[in-house]
């Protein structure tokens, strides 16, 4: 398992940006697929981004496609999501995770976004 913890959420007018980083413990971040999930109060858990390992491939849900970007410096063991153009629709707590979650989840950063 791997320790994360989420910063840069906060509240921010529709249109707006955002970058939320993810900070690791541990000399393996490296080894790890990385990833960043988002749930509002009475829905599940989904998907927003992942990353691989080397930084080399990048997968995106569609709602956030073209808006968001997802990034690692496996130096600083963080992996960050910029999020321009934000909407309403993605206010909701931010977790990353680490191989899909299996290896460790943070503990999730809120992110409003006001129209």
């Known amino acids: 398992q791997v320790q994360l913890v989420e910063s840069g959420g906060g509240l921010v007018q529709a249109g707006g940006s955002l970058r939320l980083s993810c900070a690791a413990s541990?000399?393996?971040?490296?080894?790890?697929?990385m990833g960043w999930f988002r749930q509002v109060p009475g829905k599940e858990r989904e998907f927003v981004a992942d990353?691989?390992?080397?930084?080399?491939?990048?997968r995106y849900a569609d709602s956030v496609k073209g808006r968001f970007t997802i990034s690692r410096d496996n130096a600083k063991n963080t992996v960050y999501l910029q999020m321009n153009s934000l909407k309403p629709d993605d206010t909701a707590v931010y977790y990353c995770?680490?191989?899909?979650?299996?290896?460790?989840w943070g503990q999730g950063t809120q992110v409003t976004v006001s129209s």
């Open positions: 995770a680490a191989d899909g979650g299996a290896a460790g």
């Open positions: 990353i691989r390992r080397s930084g080399g491939w990048r």
């Open positions: 541990g000399r393996t971040f490296s080894s790890y697929d």
